[in-house]
């Protein structure tokens, strides 16, 4: 249902002067906007898309000038201008660059290439992108041994990413970035507690409000002792060949360490789960990870259920996978419902799974969007999208299904743009 025209143009009017939170991005502290065009074309939506419909995986070569590579994905991108990703680039080269067209080809891409360069010289970009895109804080994903000194946190919230901490401790260059980011030897469980422990002081002191990971579908959290939980660190400091059940030991352990943490500082947890990695490894960098439903929400109940005190901000991969979210909203007191990722972030599967979070869920454990961009300038068109969405959704599932007024409608698109990530990330 889309709702009713003038229902639906009032909200949209209402819902795109609300000034968002975006609490999850992979734009880079050091260069957060575009300097060329190939920054934004090589936005992994693009190359894969480009690469699924024909275009050679050599073509994206790192090596390759921009006057060969840009070229070459303009003619691929022919071929997907059907989807709403090639949507949020016209729409952002025509509200941030001044685009004239409804098309990027071989004979106006110079002109937009020379428009994004500069814009890039421009001071204060950052800001103005954000400005523009209706955007007051963009959470970013920073590596444990990243720099945060130089993160503006008049627009940048840090974030500390644990994914390879709870994925791949095996891997020596994982701990040295732990040791790094530290400056604490990792040598027991003592000394990974100290590690970790610093470096949450490190990043809380930078201003950073959350931890975040992504998850693969068979991960299952185990019970396991203190003792155990010894043996497998051991097992992977010493390089031993990973043996499966020691390896849910020591992943499960260090996501009970990062728990008590986020606990005891305070910091959400940002889980977003269902991606099975290197699926498709002929696939293009960043081309190479598909969704894949598993039983991942079951598999992570016993963690909310031990740290009742953390609230985890869950997003899921799959469709099938949403109306078991939002139950998981419904019932569990910790858990907070967030976004539409990656494959789900397309209107059609986010009006659907909006409309039943709305209908069930109550409407303070609701994070409506976030980007995970990777340039800023992507802000701006995906969040229209979603409040375009919203806005049809609110019109259609909330007013006129008689769930209440036009006004409580807006009250709720401000709690989901703003506030709610406002209060959850004690910002």
Not at 242 to 269: I, K, Q, T, Y
Not at 383 to 411: H, I, K, N, P
Request: glycine share 8%; proline share 5%.
């Amino acid at each position: 249902m889309a709702g009713s025209t003038d229902l639906r143009k009032r909200l949209l009017a209402e819902v795109m002067r609300i000034r968002a939170v975006d609490v999850h991005s992979h734009v880079p502290a050091a260069q957060p906007h575009a300097r060329t065009l190939r920054d934004l074309l090589g936005y992994h939506y693009y190359t894969e898309l480009a690469h699924s419909a024909g275009m050679p995986r050599d073509a994206l070569a790192p090596e390759r000038p921009d006057g060969q590579v840009i070229p070459e994905m303009v003619r691929a991108l022919a071929a997907i201008d059907n989807t709403v990703q090639y949507g949020w680039l016209i729409e952002l080269a025509r509200q941030l660059f001044g685009f004239p067209d409804r098309r990027l080809t071989e004979a106006n891409w110079e002109g937009l290439a020379r428009s994004v360069a500069a814009a890039a010289e421009r001071p204060g970009r950052a800001a103005e992108i954000m400005e523009q895109s209706n955007l007051e804080r963009v959470f970013l994903t920073n590596e444990v041994d990243e720099d945060l000194s130089a993160i503006d946190g008049r627009l940048f919230v840090p974030s500390l990413r644990v994914d390879g901490l709870v994925l791949k401790l095996h891997e020596p260059e994982v701990r040295a970035a732990l040791e790094r980011g530290s400056g604490v030897a990792v040598g027991d469980a003592a000394g990974l507690h100290r590690a970790l422990g610093a470096v949450m002081d490190r990043f809380r002191a930078a201003g950073a409000r959350s931890v975040s990971m992504s998850l693969p579908p068979e991960f299952r959290m185990v019970e396991s002792t203190p003792e155990g939980f010894e043996r497998a660190l051991g097992a992977a400091l010493r390089g031993e060949p990973g043996e499966a059940a020691r390896e849910r030991v020591l992943r499960s352990g260090m996501m009970r360490a990062l728990s008590g943490l986020c606990r005891d500082f305070g910091f959400p947890f940002q889980i977003m789960y269902g991606v099975e990695r290197m699926a498709y490894p002929a696939g293009v960098p960043a081309g190479t990870d598909l969704p894949r439903a598993g039983d991942t929400l079951r598999g992570l109940l016993p963690l909310m259920n031990e740290f009742p005190g953390v609230t985890y901000c869950l997003s899921v991969l799959t469709d099938s996978q949403a109306q078991e979210l939002a139950a998981y909203g419904w019932i569990v007191q910790n858990v907070v419902l967030s976004g539409h990722w990656w494959y789900l972030n397309v209107p059609a599967y986010m009006a659907r799974n909006l409309a039943g979070r709305l209908q069930c869920v109550p409407k303070t454990k609701l994070i409506g969007y976030y980007s995970d961009m990777y340039k800023l300038e992507f802000g701006l068109a995906k969040f229209d999208m979603y409040r375009r969405v919203l806005a049809g959704v609110l019109a259609a599932d909330f007013v006129e299904a008689g769930l209440g007024t036009e006004e409580d409608a807006v009250r709720i698109a401000h709690l989901l743009l703003r506030e709610n990530p406002k209060r959850i990330f004690s910002l």
